[in-house]
């Protein structure tokens, strides 16, 4: 994982860690819900935007599936690392 700036906040980098860990490894990781959730649960001055770009990083370094589940989208989109890659 590359260096990360000092205005990121470290208390929401291990909070991602904690609950990326946490998930079944074949489960998509929904970014928006994860990070609106870390927004309201970990006290930090960072932007949606932020915390979803970590998110996104942080998944990618574990190959996870991952769910850009956008407010207002009526389907889902999953992109799987593996599929990603192959094209």
């Known amino acids: 994982m590359r260096e990360l700036p000092k205005s990121i ?14 998930r079944a490894k ?8 994860l990070a609106s959730m870390i927004s309201n649960s970990v006290e930090t001055d960072l932007p949606t935007a932020s915390i979803e770009e970590l998110i996104v990083e942080m998944a990618m370094t574990r190959q996870l599936p991952m769910l850009f589940d956008l407010p207002g989208a009526d389907t889902d989109n999953v992109i799987s690392i593996a599929l990603a890659r192959a094209t």
């Not at 906040?9 to 909070?15: F, G, N, P, T, W």
């Open 9 to 22: 906040d470290a208390d929401v980098v291990i909070e991602i860690s904690r609950l990326l860990d946490d």
């Open 26 to 33: 074949s489960a998509p990781v929904p970014v928006h819900k």
